[in-house]
């Protein structure tokens, strides 16, 4: 991967924008910077509220910020409701392809509001209330989208875990959240075979007490074994009376929860990120409208899966939320071919094409032929997001998808930011690797090791300085761990976890994180769960997980194990403990490599100095070593 370039600047926009809001973007920065809240209110006035807040912001108890204090609404009253009863009603909402190409289905906002009103009444009538918690567990299928939608309507609060986890980790997160009801399907399709998540669900519910009841929409046909007390078919549901009708969407505080979101940290097991209806909704709806310039008759696709917090902001939330059209494809970018994805643009016309570096670094190798036989031509921006972006993804995603002329987004964000925060407008002049300058409203401020700013060009800690609406609001049933983990190195500043730089320009390079937290293709992973999965496996005492670059996935997970007396380290013992943390957390999380060891360099208190294993692997310096134990 080669070096980025501070100087290198793409204009690509200027002539879509006369006109448009795009014109003044400066402008709105400007006031934005000068205001934030005014800022912000003005952009909740766009939408509807039952009830106007009395408040912007609460700030008085820090860092446990409240946005729109007194205001009521829901998002799904600004999300499908508001659609319904204006202009965009016969608009499509939502198109979805099946992995096989055989099947789609489509939905304008008046059917969408069909679809999330029955299973609103499903679930209310299995018992679930505001408040309550619903694990979803679902593949890329419409019915991920009515599930979440159906949750927000009533005001009970979504945990959706991505349908490549384990039994273990689903287990984990229903029982965290104690969850009433899980949704989930008989099956799901990866590259033409069927991965069977209801027995999943079977295994990770075993032992869960809280959970009441089972939903399972009918996929693949896969057969599933059907607990009589528990478990109900959708499509049954369907057809009883208890699913017509009308569904009033609640009317719920601003602050009332919306859905939990788990993701992974430096230690311990995954953290449930709590975001909220009035301030996500905000912000979502804004930094969606503005990044992307979302147009009338755009197309936007967002590849995420919805179990990832993209998929929650940016393919189920921020476009409805903005009356567009979301586009949802059910398999992955290489199947049957390497130009699925490139057909589906072509012949959707999708405008607005969302995606992670990863994907596009593994779809280059397949050679440009399979992207230029199919027109791109109705590609208007192009958006990335995940990781950083390296030149050479960069200038292919730019040259041969966008054909040189659609803007490439570059947007920072987090699982706990629930929207962009650093991500430019179109009309920003564009650095290829850089997201630019922090959104609308932002200001964020690089610090060294004591909360000093550091010069431009030189790397530090990346801080956000201003709250924003669609903040997390707490990890759910762990408010000081909240508070320990973002607020605390530098009081006052929301700490990212992430090395990052800022040149003359005022843009930032974000490089990545400095935490134990390692992003493979794109995923977020903690070395604490990998390596808690590793040392599950009888053969092993103990581990050390760290990430080396990847050419494609950006890091590769790198092991290092020491194993209890009576074991030999072999091939075979490898691939059992790959499989291993495959089937006890996830595919993703498999090791790449596997290094047997006698011993862990450790402090004197016993903690793994991760560094030091990755230095050696690079062949780096190891650094100070003065509190190595050995
Ligand atoms: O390290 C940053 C990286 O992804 C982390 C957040 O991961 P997650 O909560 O899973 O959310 C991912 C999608 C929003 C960040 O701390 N990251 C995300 N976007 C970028 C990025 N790194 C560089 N450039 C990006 N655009």
Request: charged letters at 25%; one cysteine or more; hydrophobic letters at 35%.
């Amino acid at each position: 991967m080669s070096e980025s370039s501070e100087s290198e600047i793409y204009r690509p926009y200027p002539e879509a924008v006369a006109g448009s809001w795009a014109e003044n973007w400066e402008e709105i920065e400007a006031r934005a910077k000068a205001d934030p809240y005014t800022y912000w209110e003005e952009r909740a006035s766009e939408l509807v509220w039952s009830q106007r807040w009395d408040q912007v912001v609460d700030d008085s108890n820090k860092p446990f910020y409240k946005w729109f204090v007194g205001g009521k609404t829901n998002i799904v009253t600004n999300a499908v409701d508001r659609h319904v009863t204006g202009p965009h009603k016969n608009k499509l909402a939502l198109i979805w392809e099946s992995e096989d190409g055989k099947t789609v289905r489509t939905f304008s906002y008046f059917s969408l509001n069909r679809e999330v009103e029955k299973m609103s009444n499903i679930i209310r009538a299995m018992g679930v209330n505001k408040g309550d918690r619903v694990t979803i567990y679902l593949p890329r299928i419409p019915e991920v989208f009515f599930a979440m939608l159906a949750c927000a309507k009533l005001g009970a609060v979504h945990s959706v875990v991505f349908a490549g986890f384990s039994a273990d980790a689903l287990s984990s997160r229903i029982d965290d959240s104690e969850s009433k009801l899980v949704i989930t399907a008989d099956g799901s399709w990866i590259n033409g075979s069927v991965f069977p998540l209801k027995d999943i669900v079977d295994e990770a519910v075993r032992f869960s007490p809280t959970v009441e009841n089972v939903i399972v929409v009918k996929r693949t046909g896969t057969e599933v074994t059907m607990d009589p007390t528990r478990d109900h078919w959708y499509h049954d549901l369907e057809n009883l009376p208890i699913s017509r009708g009308r569904c009033e969407t609640v009317q719920l505080d601003a602050e009332d929860p919306l859905y939990i979101l788990y993701t992974s940290g430096s230690t311990g097991k995954p953290k449930a990120i709590l975001h909220t209806h009035g301030g996500y909704m905000v912000g979502t709806y804004t930094t969606l409208k503005y990044t992307f310039d979302i147009r009338e008759d755009d197309r936007f696709w967002c590849t995420a899966d919805a179990g990832w917090v993209t998929g929650h902001s940016y393919l189920v939330y921020g476009p409805l939320l903005n009356g567009a059209t979301t586009f949802m494809y059910e398999g992955g970018p290489t199947f049957p071919h390497p130009d699925r994805w490139w057909r589906l643009i072509e012949h959707y016309g999708i405008t607005t094409f969302y995606t992670a570096p990863t994907a596009i670094r593994s779809l280059m190798r397949f050679g440009d032929a399979w992207a230029t036989r199919h027109d791109l031509s109705s590609l208007r921006l192009l958006g990335s997001v995940g990781e950083p972006i390296n030149p050479a993804a960069w200038h292919w995603f730019y040259d041969v998808i966008g054909g040189g002329k659609a803007p490439l987004m570059d947007t920072w964000w987090q699982t706990e930011t629930g929207m962009f925060q650093i991500a430019g407008v179109p009309a920003m002049p564009q650095k290829p690797g850089s997201g630019g300058r922090p959104v609308f409203g932002q200001e964020a401020e690089i610090l060294d090791e004591a909360g000093n700013p550091v010069p431009d060009g030189q790397e530090g800690f990346l801080t956000l300085k201003n709250p924003w609406p669609a903040m997390a609001r707490t990890i759910y049933g762990d408010d000081q761990r909240f508070v320990d983990t973002y607020w605390s190195t530098y009081p006052g500043r929301y700490t990212t976890g992430d090395a990052a730089k800022r040149d003359a320009d005022g843009y930032f390079w974000v490089i990545g994180r400095t935490d134990d937290v390692i992003k493979v293709s794109g995923h977020r992973l903690g070395t604490a769960e990998v390596e808690s999965a590793i040392n599950s496996h009888p053969a092993v005492s103990e581990s050390a997980a760290i990430g080396l670059p990847h050419e494609v996935k950006g890091n590769a997970i790198h092991a290092f194990v020491v194993l209890n007396q009576g074991h030999t380290g072999n091939r075979e013992l490898t691939e059992e403990i790959r499989a291993h943390v495959s089937t006890h957390l996830s595919p993703i999380a498999k090791p790449d490599e596997i290094t047997f060891t006698d011993s862990l360099p450790k402090t004197r208190s016993g903690k793994i100095m991760r560094r030091v294993l990755r230095a050696r692997a690079l062949g780096q310096d190891e650094g100070d070593l003065s509190t190595l134990e050995d």
